[in-house]
């Protein structure tokens, strides 16, 4: 072990490995962003473009991530600089960066909106007995010009908190704890859910695919929604996989990630589309579609306050271990490249994301009826997760695809999926191949099936 091995902080056990990296990709991603790109997307036609996204694309991806973190033990910028590629890899670096600032500014405000809701439950303020009172609540919140602002603050500054102290002694425990918790509740709700009366009307939607509706954005929007909910393509499983510790089983932890968060997603299906068709909702709400779909359910719960602080609670802190694992791409670029505190690192974090943060937030209210030169709407949440989640994050899987099948030496990408020979992989053919050809292939060929090539 040389040194830098031993000075890097490591996961204390194995559940806390699972529990953290799951921790990243259990969020908003799943509970919020799921549903609604589901919903506007055709639901099953979505759903099958999205499971092949995971399994031919974004596993591969994973553990390519993890792989090169712990083989370099290094953040995204060192990583690519050990393994000896070419000075133009670095770039990856500013791509990860870019698209985790981008991410961070509309992440925030959506998570903001959570701690309202979680805030508004507790002082008993959340309208529990009209259904069309939860449609106006939302509007009416979300469109103000302050009250978004202000909760945005407050969670980045528990983000900024919770950052500044490092890596390990706030997040493994924290995710060891909320993400089973997390779990049951959403199993009490899925219960919920399916005795609605017209479940059956929201499972089709979700399980049964509609092959006509599978159009080029809906797979644009299957493979972004796979890579953000897998936190992929911006360094940050990278970052977590040099943390790894040496008899960390890449293959296994990758695959058990993917599927424990794309079970989530599916969950919080089962517990959105079912209540949306009972209570005759539309399912082409957009952003706004959870936050109103959700009240009306604990409102026909017993015990609907409890319910609603538990779940936007647990919301809260989920979203946190996602947005800590997200600034600790730039975070550790500030402190490992360019020799930073970690303090002053978290502190130009938190500054940058903040002013993204607040363009994100009053693209609802303010800005809502502003255009840029009359030529389109200044919607800086829709374009900052478009961008990020439909174009930077696959971008960079695809280069982190190729690096790992055609310029990484294949006998150290062997060593450490295999912890040095010491267990079998009998999938690394497989693997080879598919961050060889078919993840960058498929990648591409997506992008240009968006750009309207075909
Ligand atoms: N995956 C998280 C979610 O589903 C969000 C997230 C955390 C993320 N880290 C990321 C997305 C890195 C993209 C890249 O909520």
Same mark, same amino acid.
């Given at each position: &072990? ?15 490995? @699972? ?26 036609? #979505? ?44 770039? +990856?670096?500013?791509?990860?960066? *870019? ?18 809701? +979680? ?76 005795? &609605? ?11 049964? %695919? ?10 644009? !929007? ?8 897998? /936190? ?5 499983? &990278? ?16 695959? @058990? ?15 959105? =589309?079912?209540?949306? =068709?009972?209570?005759?909702?539309? %399912?082409?709400?957009?952003?706004? *579609? ?7 359910? =604990?409102?026909? &719960? ?49 500054? @940058? ?18 255009? #840029? ?8 949440? !829709?374009?900052?997760?478009?961008? /990020? !989640? ?7 899987? +695809? ?33 080879? #191949? ?6 960058? *292939? ?13």
């Amino acid at each position: &072990m040389t040194s830098e091995d031993k000075n890097r902080a490591q996961f204390a056990t194995r559940l806390g490995i @699972i529990a953290t990296t799951v921790g990243s990709a259990v969020g908003l991603g799943n509970i919020w962003r799921f549903p609604y790109e589901a919903g506007n997307n055709g639901g099953g036609a #979505f759903l099958i473009c999205y499971l092949l996204c995971i399994i031919l694309l974004g596993i591969p991806v994973l553990c390519a991530e993890f792989a090169i973190g712990r083989t370099s033990r290094s953040n995204i910028f060192g990583a690519f600089h050990q393994l000896k590629a070419s000075g133009k890899w670095h770039w +990856m670096g500013y791509i990860g960066i *870019l698209a985790s600032i981008l991410i961070l500014s509309f992440y925030s405000v959506v998570a903001g909106w959570t701690m309202e809701y +979680m805030y508004q439950s507790i002082v008993g303020r959340l309208n529990f007995t009209e259904i069309d009172a939860f449609h106006n609540q939302f509007a009416s919140f979300s469109s103000s010009n302050w009250r978004p602002i202000l909760w945005t603050v407050l969670f980045l500054l528990c983000n900024y908190i919770i950052v500044v102290r490092g890596v390990k002694k706030g997040i493994e425990k924290m995710s060891n704890l909320m993400m089973p918790a997390l779990f049951i509740l959403l199993i009490i709700f899925c219960i919920n859910s399916l005795m &609605m009366p017209k479940a059956h009307e929201g499972l089709r939607f979700l399980f049964t %695919p509609d092959f006509s509706k599978i159009t080029p954005k809906v797979i644009v !929007s299957a493979l972004g929604q796979a890579f953000f909910s897998l /936190s992929l393509g911006l360094g940050t499983m &990278m970052t977590y996989g040099s943390y790894f510790s040496k008899d960390t089983r890449i293959v296994r932890s990758a695959t @058990i990630t993917a599927s424990l968060d794309t079970l989530v997603a599916i969950l919080a299906g089962i517990i959105i =589309f079912p209540a949306v =068709f009972s209570f005759g909702m539309s %399912p082409v709400q957009g952003p706004a *579609l959870v936050f109103e779909v959700l009240p009306s359910i =604990f409102a026909q &719960m017993p015990g609907a306050q409890i319910w609603s602080i538990l779940f936007f609670f647990l919301l809260f802190l989920a979203s946190l271990t996602s947005t800590i694992s997200m600034s600790e791409v730039s975070i550790a670029f500030f402190t490992e490249e360019k020799k930073m505190s970690r303090a002053k690192a978290s502190t130009i974090n938190l500054i @940058i994301v903040l002013c993204g943060g607040v363009l994100s937030a009053l693209s609802f209210g303010y800005f809502s009826d502003k255009s #840029f030169l009359g030529l389109c709407r200044l919607d800086f949440f !829709s374009f900052f997760d478009f961008t /990020s !989640s439909n174009v930077l994050l696959p971008l960079g899987g +695809m280069l982190i695809s190729i690096f790992a099948g055609w310029i990484l030496e294949r006998s150290r990408l062997k060593d450490t999926l295999t912890n040095n020979g010491r267990i079998g992989v009998s999938t690394f053919p497989l693997l080879v #191949f598919c961050l060889k050809y078919v993840a960058p *292939l498929g990648i591409f060929l997506i992008f240009l099936f968006g750009i309207g090539f075909f």
